[in-house]
Structure formats: C-alpha cells, structure tokens
C-alpha cells in the first residue's frame, strides 16, 4: 500500500487547516477535522494520487462536510458566542485574527446549508474549480454552481441596505474611541443625555440595563473593551447595525442613534436564533 508521506501532509497542513477553519468556524473542530483527515490519509492507498494536496483537501472537505451535517440534524441554528466555551471562543478570535478572516463572513458562513458553505468555501474563497467541488458534493457541476449562488445571496442580502438611524462616520469615529479608551474622544461624540440601553444577559450581574448620560456611558466602556474589538459591521434583518462577534460566533446587536453629529442613544440587544444577518 502507498499512503500520503507525513512529509507531504504536514505540507499541506496550513492550506488543509485555514479550509477547515472556514468551513466549521471552528478552531477546535478545524484541528480534528485535519488529524482525522491525517488518519484516513495514512491508511488509504493513494498510489493513483497524482496531486497529494488536491487529494487531501477533498478528503478534509468531505470530513468537515459530515461535521456540518451533523450539526444541522442537532440543532437548526448557530451557536452564539456565549454559548461556547470561553477558551474556545478565544482560540477562534486569535485564528480569526491570524488568518485575517472576516468576522462578518463567519457569522453568515455559519447560517448557510452544509453544500452551500462548502461549494462557497471552495470555490469563492480557495478557487477550486465547480467540477472538483461537485464530485466533492457527490452532485453535479450545476448543482454545486447553485449551492454556490445560493450562498452568495444569502451572505449578501438580498436588498440593497437602507439607510441606518446613525450618521455612519460618527458611528465608526464613537466605536474606534471605545476600543482605544480614549474617553475624552467618547465625550467629544456624545450627547450630553446619551442613553445606553442593554439586554440584561449581556452585562455582569448587578449592572443597570439602562445608563443615562454621556459620562456614565463614557464610563462603563472600559469594561467592554474586548467586546468592542470583535464588533463587525452588519445589516440585521435588512438593516445597518453592528455586530459583536467573538471569535466569528454572533452575540449581540448594536444600534447606535445619532443626532447633529452627536451619538444620541446605543441600544445592545442579544442576537436572537434565526435573526437575519447578512454582509454590508
């Protein structure tokens, strides 16, 4: 038997793992994605195998195909981020970060069918022609170009964006402020009587879901420093918002009014199962 040399996987390795990353949005699941293809690599005699990492990123897509599949018949909708182990959470923020990876994509990677993901994943994002795609769907070359189509509608909306309730270059200058802690730029964005709004699964115990007043508001940021930074912008449910997205895992909406230049009121609110979320 003639099985793929250890030297020629371990080749593949960053190509195989940054595939399976976006497939499962998942570090955890990407790491045993790849051994498991390891595995069926070194026990299968590929002597007829005349392009190793073809051979293996087909083997790795059918693995995280059946990992995708699975998942759907558990549960119909995405994890959120805080639904996740903290550690696991964390590891995907820093491969996100890592492979530069769009935080907007995984959270709408993540609600599209298993053969859609996969035909997007492969053809869209690593160029892999739709003929190889198909036999690794098992379907035809039509039918993978579709799942492709689909994924692009639902990943792009299917309405052009209306307009948000905030002046969009006040809304970025306000959360570039938030993540630098510059409280004195925050200050300088915000009205006097700014309101902070917030569904109580999304502070710590005790805080108030309501803080009124830019200084307050100012205030508290620091403590959502790291929420901040993994904050994307969104349309949800057709419209611009932001989205805090940990790790590519969706948490919470945010909505931020503005008025005459002037941030007015920021509304947190947690993602929902099946809320509509799309890229801008």
């Known amino acids: 038997m003639v099985a793929v040399a250890e ?4 080749a593949a390795r960053p190509q195989l793992t940054a595939v399976a990353f976006r497939l499962l949005g998942s570090t955890h699941d990407a790491e045993d994605a790849v051994q498991t293809t390891w595995i069926r690599a070194s026990t299968t005699d590929t002597g007829d195998v005349r392009n190793p990492a073809a051979w293996l990123t087909t083997v790795l897509t059918r693995v995280c195909l059946d990992h995708l599949r699975l998942r759907r018949r558990r549960r119909e909708e995405p994890l959120l981020a805080d639904m996740i182990p903290d550690a696991e959470v ?22 599209l069918t298993p053969p859609q993901r996969v035909a997007y994943v492969l053809h869209d994002l690593f160029a892999m022609p739709f003929r190889e795609v198909a ?4 379907t035809s070359e039509v039918n993978a170009k579709k799942h492709a189509s689909r994924a692009r509608r639902r990943i792009g909306g299917a309405e052009p964006p209306p307009a948000g309730a905030g002046d ?4 970025d200058a306000f959360l570039d402020a938030a993540a630098g802690g510059d409280v004195d730029r925050l200050l300088a964005l915000m009205a006097d009587d700014c309101v902070r709004t917030a569904d109580p699964a999304l502070l710590p115990p005790g805080a108030p879901t309501v803080v009124t007043g830019a200084a307050a508001v100012a205030g508290e940021t620091r403590y959502f420093t790291d929420r901040i930074l993994a904050t994307t912008r969104m349309l949800v449910g057709g419209r611009p918002a932001h989205v805090i997205a940990p790790g590519g895992h969706a ?14 009121r920021i509304d947190l609110t947690r993602v929902q199962a099946g809320t509509p979320l799309a890229m801008p």
Do not use: N
């Open 90 to 111: 964390a590891a995907d923020e820093h491969c996100l970060r890592r492979e530069q990876v769009s935080r907007a994509l995984l959270v709408v990677l993540d609600r």
């Open 135 to 138: 036999e690794t769907l098992g």
């Open 251 to 264: 948490l919470a909406v945010v909505d931020i009014t503005t008025r005459d230049g002037l941030v007015t």
């Open 168 to 171: 969009p270059a006040v809304v």
């Open 7 to 10: 030297a020629e996987f371990e």
